[in-house]
């Protein structure tokens, strides 16, 4: 169900046209962390939209993906752990033709920065986040996060994890997002052409990318390497058509992958431009009653 | 321009736009609402953009999105949310993005007095973030000098890359004067400084040779990093000692190096022949006044020192002013803040708190008996 650009067929050095030539690398990844194949999808999406790197900003809170703009070489902000909505809302708002991608982690999105995450989706601003989720926070050594399944373990969490997780996309979906989907590192073609789906949508748009930390969660958890982890969102993966198909208890350890919301709703900025023209048109018409009136009475003169 | 009737919170909004501000973000909170309610129906008519945002925390970080897209923007708030927005007022003090908090003050701690003034988060408002950083806070004591100080307040953001402090409270913020307004073609309105390079030679953080480097905004084919880490000249994360020692002392420099333009107070023509003088500010300043004016007419040679600028404390004229004379009176509608900082300047022994933290005004009589009985004067009351 792609109504936008279509993904174009892999070019293996596309990152030599976006990341940046003066940046120090390596990254501050683990070796087989997720983050750099959304990085990766992220990039690729850009591509082929053919969007103008001048154009685009790139903004992130705290945590592994809050780390992600200063590689690439965009318009890039790495603000304060949850806030990366609400910086982005700003610049968005004055910038209103920019293309603002942000970048989150589940922790950062729906934790500590929940409220701006639901907002977001109620006010339905042009934004499109990406929500990288590893159930864990990796960067502070994998304590349990809004999205850690029940009875995991986390070194906040010794004896099990007690908590219902957040499904990410259906609370972007409730909470009024145009566009919604979810896809995994795994499925990185999908990701990619989510997140094109995604950007050429006006609205708020969320993309929640399914990914693990095998340095943190996996090894509290005994998962493996990164490969088995990776292998594990491969086997536990089903489309949303397939899950249409399942009962409550099938679906419970499933990862549903898909679009979720892809709806024709307003966009804030665009709807402010209605503002202005009512507050200007008020304007006009009020010094055509009182065109003698003296200058600098009331509202309307300082300019 | 002819004069009319005004509310501090009006003047705040007003002086708001005659300063070129285009974006404003807040959450309603008393006594500040009134600001953001102006400004909610004046910033389109001017081409502006008001939003509101789900809370304080969203609300400074709207605005410092706002002023990297390179528009001039601001918030206002009260205690509970001033204490909100600490962190990201760090953001911008870090990342050196120009941005304007107005915190009308009411009485606190917590929800405190909501609709009572209070000049309680003078500390707050120099040390409420996280961590060494330069600031500069200014402090209105009518509602013409609200206008005024508004527009300074962006002038300075713009000019020293840096957050201002616009430190009302709720008296100057919810009274009404008269006033006549500046004429609008008649302001000194200061812009950020364009860059004269290339974006390939951009550097956003360059240490030389001005210690205020431009800020392009977004969007404008210079693609360039901001941060929260400490960072070298490209704005990149560091933790290189020689990348952040120059940092801090750019930053640190441009505010010490600005001193004489930033720092602002009013003094009378009896400064330099009295025998005791107040140092007050806001809208204590007011009781002061009165005071000063009663103490005279009764024969006593005191005079007022009025601070606008509250940060940096305008240490050198606070210690001449006060270097031949025993007493220094402080009067402040909170339990000693500023006094401190008078104290560490001119001798604890010569300085004469006057205070009160209940959501009452400090009285002129209050004053004027610190004046005339040095030991009365002294503490809380």
Redesign the interface.
């Known amino acids: 169900m792609s109504n936008g650009p279509p993904v174009r067929p892999l070019e293996s050095r596309v990152h030599e046209r976006y990341l940046?030539h003066?940046?120090?690398f390596p990254n501050v990844w683990c070796a087989g962390c997720g983050n750099g194949i959304v990085l990766s999808a992220v990039i690729r999406a850009i591509d082929d939209l053919g969007l103008d790197?001048?154009?685009v900003?790139m903004?992130s809170g705290i945590g592994c993906s809050g780390r992600m703009?200063?590689y690439v070489?965009?318009?890039?902000?790495?603000?304060?752990h949850g806030?990366a909505l609400?910086?982005?809302?700003?610049?968005?708002?004055?910038?209103p033709?920019?293309k603002v991608l942000v970048v989150m982690g589940d922790g950062d999105a729906l934790a500590i920065g929940g409220?701006?995450f639901i907002?977001a989706a109620r006010r339905n601003i042009g934004l499109t986040a990406v929500v990288i989720n590893n159930q864990t926070y990796g960067m502070t050594g994998g304590q349990y996060s809004p999205t850690t399944p029940r009875d995991a373990l986390a070194s906040t969490a010794p004896y099990g994890h007690i908590e219902q997780p957040f499904p990410i996309a259906e609370l972007a979906q409730a909470a009024g997002a145009a566009y919604v989907a979810r896809s995994t590192v795994y499925h990185a073609r999908e990701l990619q052409r989510f997140i094109v789906e995604g950007l050429s949508r006006s609205g708020f748009s969320v993309i929640e990318a399914v990914s693990y930390c095998h340095t943190t969660f996996g090894k509290q958890n005994q998962m493996g390497r990164a490969t088995d982890m990776m292998r594990q969102i491969k086997e536990q993966s089903i489309t949303s058509a397939q899950a249409s198909k399942l009962s409550k208890q099938e679906l419970a350890d499933k990862i549903v992958r898909g679009v979720f919301a892809d709806r024709d709703i307003p966009e804030y900025t665009e709807l402010?431009e209605g503002?202005?023209a009512?507050?200007?048109a008020?304007?006009a018409a009020r010094e055509e009653d009182e065109p003698t009136r003296?200058?600098?009475?009331?509202?309307?003169e300082?300019? | 321009?002819?004069a009319?009737l005004m509310q501090g919170n009006e003047a705040c909004a007003?002086g708001a736009?005659?300063a070129g501000c285009?974006?404003f973000?807040g959450y309603p909170i008393t006594p500040a609402t009134e600001i953001a309610e102006i400004l909610a129906?004046?910033l389109?008519?001017?081409?502006g953009?008001f939003?509101q945002?789900?809370?304080e925390?969203?609300?400074i970080?709207?605005?410092?999105?706002?002023?990297?897209?390179?528009?001039k923007?601001m918030t206002a708030t009260s205690g509970p949310g001033f204490s909100l927005m600490q962190?990201?007022i760090g953001?911008a003090a870090m990342a050196e993005i120009p941005c304007v908090i107005v915190d009308v003050q009411r009485a606190g701690p917590s929800t405190g007095l909501p609709t009572q003034p209070s000049q309680g988060d003078v500390m707050q408002s120099r040390w409420g973030t996280h961590g060494d950083h330069p600031i500069i806070v200014l402090c209105p004591s009518s509602v013409r000098e609200t206008f005024e100080l508004t527009v300074r307040a962006f002038n300075l953001s713009e000019r020293y890359r840096t957050p201002v402090i616009l430190l009302m409270d709720a008296m100057i913020g919810h009274m009404r004067e008269g006033v006549a307004?500046p004429?609008?073609q008649q302001l000194d309105v200061w812009d950020r400084a364009p860059t004269e390079v290339p974006p390939e030679w951009y550097k956003a953080y360059v240490n030389e040779p001005q210690d205020v480097p431009p800020l392009v905004?977004?969007?404008?084919?210079y693609?360039?990093?901001?941060?929260?880490?400490f960072h070298d000249e490209?704005g990149?994360?560091t933790q290189r000692l020689d990348e952040i020692d120059p940092w801090l002392s750019r930053v640190f420099g441009k505010i010490e190096r600005g001193l004489s333009e930033i720092v602002d107070y009013e003094e009378d023509e009896h400064l330099d022949r009295a025998e005791v003088i107040v140092i007050a500010y806001g809208a204590t300043a007011r009781s002061a006044q009165r005071a000063v004016k009663m103490a005279r007419e009764q024969g006593s040679r005191v005079s007022l020192l009025k601070l606008r600028t509250l940060w940096p404390f305008p240490e050198e004229r606070v210690e001449t002013a006060a270097e031949r004379l025993h007493r220094v009176i402080v009067p402040e509608m909170n339990r000693g803040q500023l006094a401190l900082e008078v104290e560490r300047v001119v001798g604890k022994h010569k300085v004469v708190r006057v205070n009160r933290a209940d959501g009452e005004m400090v009285t002129p009589d209050q004053i004027l008996d610190a004046v005339e009985q040095p030991s009365v004067g002294r503490g809380y009351r």
């Open positions: 940046r003066s940046k120090k790197k001048n154009e900003a903004i703009p200063v070489d965009l318009n890039t902000m790495h603000t304060t806030r609400a910086f982005a809302t700003g610049l968005k708002m004055v910038r033709w920019m409220n701006h907002h402010y503002i202005i009512a507050a200007q008020e304007i003296e200058p600098g009475v009331p509202v309307g300082v300019e | 321009m002819t009319r007003e736009i005659a285009r974006f973000a129906r004046r389109p008519q001017v081409g953009k939003i945002m789900e809370d925390i969203a609300s970080a709207a605005v410092i999105g706002g002023s990297v897209g390179g528009c923007s962190e990201n953001y307004l004429d609008p905004p977004f969007g404008e084919g693609r360039y990093h901001i941060t929260g880490l490209l990149y994360p």
